[in-house]
């Protein structure tokens, strides 16, 4: 049976390369640091490459992001892989933790997350899990 933890987190992305943000780039490199609240306290520093087009609502990107903290009580770090996409304004993600990145009490995990803002900007998160069972 799966695990569910949910809540909210804050997010701070900086450019990597200043060329990046000049007028006709389609790709862009950055650092997210996130800090979670609920179910899952921790934080997380990762990188992300985008890649935007000229077509309105069309872009995509990939990202590695290390958490560590605590999830509903257990106490360690995993990594996560996200991939989106944006076609036209219609939302398509895939946010996967990568398998064997557990640590601590939080080895063996596995699962896969979703992410949404609210229309006042507020992110939240839902993470759906599996641990071993203790022997």
Do not use: C, W
């Amino acid at each position: 049976m799966p695990l569910h933890a949910t809540g909210s987190f804050d997010v701070k992305m900086s450019p990597l390369n200043p060329d990046d943000t000049a007028p006709g780039s389609t790709l862009a490199s950055m650092t997210v640091d996130k800090q979670y609240h609920g179910d899952l306290e921790a934080t997380s520093r990762g990188r992300i490459l985008t890649a935007v087009t000229e077509v309105k609502g069309s872009a995509a990107y990939v990202a590695i992001e290390r958490i560590s903290g605590k999830l509903n009580g257990l106490t360690g770090t995993f990594v996560i892989q996200h991939s989106g996409t944006l076609d036209r304004g219609a939302q398509h993600q895939s946010v996967t933790v990568v398998p064997d990145s557990g640590t601590g009490q939080l080895a063996g995990i596995t699962g896969k997350m979703t992410g949404t803002i609210a229309p006042d900007g507020k992110h939240f998160y839902e993470l759906e899990y599996a641990l071993p069972q203790a022997k």
